[in-house]
């Protein structure tokens, strides 16, 4: 067999090949040295650019039969470089078939980084759209399928370590309570099993591999300046990578999903952890509101420094989502409550809306659709929807476990 492509000789096309392999290596996560290797927006549009020489150059060898003896006597170059004891297992299924493929190899090896973070993803993102044509749709299968699956486990790491930390606790708080009997009133507390079901579906809306896809989309999405992510075409893009279940960009509750998400990104592992660990107290659903109510008069904008540091990015998301909610506020409740409750800090004026709404719930005003089917001539809510929002914001906003 004889090399027979005159663009590039076979020595140099293996020495560039072979220093392809270095990059890739470095692409998976680490140097040679053991040190994470890192990865900004620059770096990657380089990688990628040397996945599309290779894909160029199998592309004009493959599209003649006059280059076939080239094609075997390349694979025959790699598979001697594959025997080398010291050739990586994780590229052994390098060939010219794969380099005809180069960009994708390349996102392969980025996207399976087992250090890969939020800021590394970004510049994976960023290098991909200015890379141009075709590498979007390369992107979107591999980075929706790496980041669930990364944020997956890691989100389902810390909760097991703090279950474990404190099952022990919990279990003798659920025999205590379960000695426990309620004084007979017309308005009981919140049974123990009902704040358990509640307290295990926000957990598991938290955890959910569908939430923890948004959650990154959403990181993506509002690292970017206002005026870029709220233009619709950036959120039909994100989403597309992200969840794979939406098919049209005109669902508002789910635009507005990723808004409230977007406001707690930051803080996902302690939102986590406060869901977790917080106890079962002996409380009426009208003393919850009670306490909401207290919360409310004390809201000023002074009280801003006693919550959670929110950065400009958040504040800006709560205005923007505040104004197109504010003449449909209804939207809110299609939303999980616990989002809901977690994202809304007490002294956004979105806080004080939401409140309202369950407050026309509450005192039973007619001109309100009703949430929930308790029968109207009830006092006391007990295990409804409308019972679950307000426990959502007594949980978050009065035991803080935000």
Known sequence: ?????????????????????????????????????????????????????????????????????????????????????????GLENLSSDTLSNGREFVLEHLMNNSTLKDKQLRAILVAAVESGDGIREIIDGKLCKRQSVVSCVSALETGLNILSKHIEPKELLHREDNNTTFLSSEKQPIELLTWNIWQSKAISYFL????????????????????????IGLFCYVRKVVTLTWNTCGDIAEEQELLLLGCVSSRWTHLIEGIMLVSYKSVTVSEQYEELCKLLLQRSKSLKQNEIALNSKVEEILE?????????????????SALTAAAIPSWSPLFGLYFGEIEKQLKLDHSTTRCCSCDKDL??????????????????????CH
């Open 208 to 231: 959910s591999k569908r939430t923890l896809r948004l959650v990154s989309g959403a990181s993506l999405i509002f690292s970017s300046p206002k005026a870029q992510y709220i233009h």
């Open 1 to 89: 067999m004889v090399w027979n492509y005159p663009e590039i000789s076979k020595e140099d096309f293996i020495k560039l090949l072979k220093g392809f392999v270095d990059l890739l290596i470095l692409a998976s996560g680490f140097q040679s040295s053991g040190v994470p290797a890192h990865w900004d927006s620059e770096n990657c549009k380089k990688a990628l650019q040397w996945g599309l020489f290779f894909e160029n150059v199998l592309r004009s060898i493959k599209s003649s039969d006059t280059f076939g003896e080239s094609v075997r006597e390349l694979d025959e170059a790699i598979s001697e470089i594959k025997t080398n004891p010291l050739f990586p297992k």
């Open 379 to 400: 006092n006391e809510h007990k295990d409804c929807e409308l019972a679950e929002r307000v426990w959502s914001l007594y949980v978050f906003h009065i035991c803080k």
């Open 320 to 336: 923007y989502l505040t104004e197109i909610l504010e003449s449909r506020l209804h939207h809110l409740w299609k939303l999980p």
